[in-house]
């Protein structure tokens, strides 16, 4: 190559990129697209609980049916976990998208999530049980996997 042409450095930025990325702006983006995922999850919440049910233990769940005995944890039915959870997520993600309230409400997110594992502990136990079937044991084995990754962004 005559003349120190290299094409290579043509793919090369050096450092030349027109912004930055502060540790702010990756934290906004962040909680930004956190929240964004929680708004979502809460409205499934409303719009399909029955898609959240095998999440919360069954401990939790009264059942006033008579079907089966309530513990002493059963205190709200299965829907009604669901409600306030979806309640809870909204909640959140709005803390997030203000950056006053940012800070508490990814304090908030990452209590929440860590509680909610229980519940996909739980659900992993019923998918790889008895009555447990191929297609739940594939989804309960990957929902777990995606909290730590959120929360770890919301504390960089």
């Not at 959240?52 to 944890?73: E, I, K, T, W, Y």
């Amino acid at each position: 190559m005559a003349g120190g042409y290299r094409p290579y450095r043509l793919l090369w930025l050096h450092g030349s990129m027109p912004f930055t990325w502060s540790g702010r702006a990756t934290q906004t983006l962040s909680a930004a697209a956190l929240g964004t995922l929680l708004l979502a999850s809460a409205m499934k919440r409303f719009r399909e609980p029955a898609f959240f049910h095998q999440v919360v233990p069954d401990f939790l769940c009264r059942d006033d049916s008579g079907a089966r005995p309530n513990g002493p944890f059963a205190v709200m039915t299965c829907d009604e976990w669901v409600a306030v959870s979806g309640l809870l997520e909204a909640g959140a993600a709005v803390g997030l998208f203000i950056p006053a309230t940012r800070k508490s409400a990814a304090g908030a997110v990452t209590a929440m999530l860590t509680v909610f594992l229980a519940g996909h502990a739980d659900a992993l136990r019923r998918a790889y049980g008895p009555a447990g079937t191929p297609s739940q044991r594939k989804v309960h084995t990957a929902r777990p996997r995606l909290a730590p990754g959120s929360m770890v962004g919301l504390w960089r």
